[in-house]
């Protein structure tokens, strides 16, 4: 039943294409206001300050689809940031093995949430939560909460302050990135088996998926991320300290749940991070340009979290809530494991 | 064993204590030691809550930033001159409100609590942030240590968390509303069926906690004669490493009060041994994060074996 008109239907009442008006009306909102809001260098300069998080919201993408969480991605790019900073200045290694290494440890970090989360089948929020504090606290102590690194040489800030091809240089970085994670999630058996794992663990391990080595891998694969994101993050400013990317956890899950992923698991497209990402990043800079406080920002995000959340449950709420009504019969409570 | 997991919690400070004792005499002196245990009071309060909040199956970590909230809300009340125990009240409805928000989202929408707190946290914080913009808040000379003298004043709040203490762990185990939070924690539906509204008892643990948070920043308040609006600041990873390491499973439905007491105490016992044992206080943050981590690990390895 799938003939034009009712495709061209759906399309108009999907949660993404609702998403990309939004964008729209924020973006010519803040245009309005914003003298300067509009211009392509102030464009440029969204994308530019988007890439880490954006980032962080990619990797979080199969892991929420899985139906777990991490909380510890923005910790982990300040710990990577620490690194990194560290084996440039004091092991005298060129930015390029520095990173290289960088991107190792990231994966080891995410090995350490996977291994926890996989071999000993422990919650993800606590493990992440353990990692979150452990990761920014060795960032910290490793730093005795004063050291900074800086004075990269130009050749490594190219990647974080400079144009390449028209677009700044991070942009080509993130925009790969989510075209592979595009492809791995919507493309391949593989990435299709994570909405799996999120609908149904159990039925997963019937259809013979080897849900708990999938599990490790989205968790690494986020190790890795966040160690590139805290390259370009130092990049970009130039200089590395211990709270680099602290919150961003936050950006990353807004992002992910505003781009219609279920927090349950099971439902959600890496496009929709996509546009989330965009709702997100507009809305920071758009108030930076209408000369509101930073905190404003945070708070907005933290409210628009709690509303994308609602916004998605109360349909159904609303629908089980009349359907019980209608049938006076009790029905079950959701009941959920953490 | 019945209560292998709280005597081996025991254990671990009894040896803390040991090498304490050996390292750094110095530490068991009177006053040194009450201001140690007045410092761990709000701790303790807000730990206590957190517990039946993980009890019942939710996290919160918004707490850190609930108790800043009240903090400065109750230091600007008492800048105005209102009587010591109208504010105190005032913090504790108000952190009743806070906790009331999450449970709303919690039960009544059937969020994910960890999500659900990880946005009021950030959303309460910079709100406050933006209002105050860093701004400390002077507090009246009355409001200091309740009006007492600082010895009094200390074993007054040492007494106030005990009494707290007590009467949760005995509620926990005698009066039905506790058996209901256990009940829910282990399985919602089976507790639904058994004649308990899941749904009621977990927005009323999460009221509950907030309330325990506003008690907490008063206790805070009392203590110092300005109020930080940074205050409470990694206080959610305190409360919950207290709560993990006195074996309260994170899977909800088991672990007691007085474990979670000898966790708290373990826990703040801790940090004076790393200062004797000169090890920088920046380290504290990574040992919080390890000794959570090391907490769920000793769980879920126990748990494997029980299951083969």
Redesign the interface.
């Known amino acids: 039943m799938t003939t034009p008109h009712s495709r061209w239907k759906t399309w108009l009442f999907r949660h993404e294409t609702a998403l990309l008006l939004v964008v729209v009306v924020e973006w010519l909102s803040f245009n309005a206001i914003g003298a300067r809001f509009g211009t392509l260098d102030n464009n440029f300069d969204i994308l530019r300050h988007t890439a880490e998080i954006g980032l962080l919201a990619l990797a979080m993408t199969p892991i929420i689809l899985t139906g777990g969480?991490d909380?510890s991605v923005g910790s982990l790019l300040g710990l990577c940031a620490i690194l990194f900073g560290k084996l440039w200045r004091d092991a005298g290694l060129s930015p390029m093995a520095a990173g290289g290494i960088t991107l190792v440890i990231g994966a080891l970090a995410g090995g350490l949430n996977a291994s926890?989360i996989t071999l000993?089948?422990?919650?993800p929020?606590?493990?992440t939560?353990?990692?979150?504090?452990?990761?920014?606290?060795?960032a910290?102590?490793i730093?005795?909460?004063a050291d900074t690194f800086t004075n990269f040489p130009a050749s490594f800030l190219v990647l974080g302050q400079e144009r390449w091809l028209g677009l700044p240089t991070q942009a080509w970085l993130f925009l790969v990135v989510a075209a592979a994670m595009w492809l791995l999630v919507h493309r391949t058996t593989y990435g299709r088996s994570f909405r799996a794992i999120g609908f149904a663990p159990e039925g997963a391990r019937h259809a013979g998926i080897p849900v708990q080595r999938r599990l490790a891998m989205v968790y690494v694969l986020a190790g890795i991320i966040a160690a590139l994101a805290a390259i370009i993050y130092t990049a970009r400013l130039g200089q590395a300290k211990a709270d680099a990317g602290m919150?961003y956890?936050?950006f990353a899950?807004?992002a992910v749940?505003l781009g219609g992923t279920s927090?349950?698991g099971g439902v959600g497209t890496v496009h929709g991070t996509l546009l989330g990402v965009a709702a997100i990043a507009v809305l920071n800079n758009g108030l930076v340009h209408a000369r509101q406080?930073r905190?404003?920002a945070?708070?907005l995000?933290?409210?628009l979290?709690?509303l994308a959340?609602?916004g998605s449950?109360?349909p159904k709420?609303w629908a089980a809530w009349r359907a019980r009504r209608r049938s006076s019969i009790p029905s079950?409570?959701?009941?959920?494991?953490? | 064993m019945r209560h292998f997991r709280e005597l081996s919690v025991a254990g671990a400070l009894v040896l803390v204590l040991i090498v304490l004792a050996i390292v750094a005499p110095g530490f068991y002196q009177a006053q040194p030691l009450l201001s140690l245990a007045t410092r761990e009071a709000p701790t303790l309060v807000v730990a206590c809550g957190m517990a039946l909040v993980i009890i019942g199956?939710?996290?919160d970590?918004s707490v850190g930033s609930q108790f800043a909230v009240c903090s400065v809300t109750a230091g600007m009340l008492a800048a105005q001159n209102w009587p010591t125990a109208l504010v105190t009240i005032a913090a504790i409805l108000l952190g009743a409100l806070l906790g009331a928000i999450n449970g709303a989202?919690v039960a009544g929408?059937?969020?994910?609590s960890?999500?659900?707190t990880?946005?009021?946290?950030?959303?309460w914080?910079?709100?406050l942030?933006?209002q105050r913009q860093g701004a400390f808040v002077n507090l009246p000379d009355r409001l200091q240590w309740l009006g007492l003298s600082q010895t009094a004043g200390q074993w007054m709040l040492v007494g106030v968390a005990l009494v707290v203490l007590v009467a949760i762990a005995l509620a926990m185990r005698h009066v039905a509303a506790g058996r209901f939070v256990y009940a829910v924690g282990t399985?919602?539906?089976a507790a639904?069926l058994a004649g308990i509204r899941?749904?009621r008892v977990t927005f009323n643990t999460f009221a509950l906690l907030g309330a325990l948070t506003g008690l907490a920043a008063m206790m805070n308040v009392a203590q110092s004669p300005q109020v930080d609006p940074k205050s409470g600041t990694g206080l959610e990873?305190k409360a919950?490493a207290a709560v993990?390491v006195g074996g309260v499973a994170?899977?909800?439905g088991r672990g007691s009060l007085w474990g979670v007491f000898v966790g708290l105490l373990l826990l703040a016992c801790v940090a004076p041994a790393l200062t004797h044992l000169r090890i920088?206080a920046?380290?504290?943050?990574?040992?919080?994060?390890?000794i959570?981590?090391l907490a769920?690990?000793a769980d879920?390895?126990r748990s494997?074996k029980a299951r083969r």
């Open positions: 969480i909380l926890l000993l089948r422990l919650p929020l606590i493990v939560l353990g990692t979150y504090s452990l990761f920014r606290g060795l910290e102590a730093t005795r909460g919150g956890e936050l899950i807004t749940v927090i349950f406080p905190e404003v945070g708070m995000t933290g409210a979290l709690l959340l609602s449950v109360v709420l079950p409570a959701p009941s959920r494991s953490p | 199956r939710q996290i970590i989202l929408l059937r969020l994910p960890i999500v659900v990880l946005a009021t946290m950030v959303t914080r910079e709100a942030r933006w399985d919602a539906e639904r899941p749904q990873l919950i993990v994170i899977s909800g920088e920046y380290w504290e943050k990574a040992i919080q994060g390890a959570i981590l769920v690990v879920g390895v494997r």
